[in-house]
């Protein structure tokens, strides 16, 4: 009941393809946080408004943790896919080709053992991944609110500006008349 050989191998293309999505993953995590670290020590130098300094405090807080979430899914998917796959491709080839002959036995306690920490791989990485999402939909969410609010002030702003500027060309036509 050994699997054919060679068959406990990963398919190249996957390793490929697992490979450049942690080089990808790693790239922009480490580049999205130190471009949020230095937008932190910018903040340092700078006389913004409170708001906007709070706003711009938390956004790069929320990237930053974002980040981490990169580096952890990266260093996640690096470990199955160095430690997990091959054995998982090995038995699913094995069991393939037990099911060819028309055998489907019951799978060993090691057997068990290890597809529990291959499903729970994959369960903490999808976890991971759904958190990085909502996070990625808070930070969107937010700088639309923020977004909105600062142009409700400019129009404001804008309104208050058109006001004053009727009233004194009105002073000024009735004092000509």
């Not at 670290?37 to 910018?42: D, M, P, T």
């Not at 956004?59 to 160095?82: I, N």
């Amino acid at each position: 009941m050994t699997p054919p050989s060679g068959s406990n191998l990963v398919d190249p293309m996957q390793t490929v393809f697992g490979v450049a999505l942690v080089v990808v993953l790693l790239f922009l995590a480490f580049f999205y946080s130190w471009r949020q670290v230095q937008a932190l020590r910018r903040l340092r130098s700078t006389d913004l408004p409170a708001a906007e300094t709070r706003f711009v405090r938390q956004q790069a807080w929320r990237r930053l943790v974002g980040c981490m979430l990169m580096l952890m899914l990266a260093a996640m998917l690096s470990g199955a896919l160095v430690y997990l796959e091959g054995k998982a491709q090995s038995m699913a080839d094995a069991r393939a080709a037990q099911r060819a002959q028309g055998e489907s036995p019951p799978f060993t306690d090691e057997e068990k053992d290890f597809l529990h920490l291959w499903n729970g791989a994959w369960i903490a990485i999808l976890i991971i991944l759904m958190i990085l999402i909502f996070l990625a939909g808070l930070d969107l969410w937010s700088t639309h609110r923020y977004g909105m609010r600062e142009h409700r002030k400019i129009m404001a702003d804008r309104r208050a500006m058109i006001e004053r500027q009727v009233a004194r060309l009105r002073r000024e036509r009735n004092g000509h008349s």
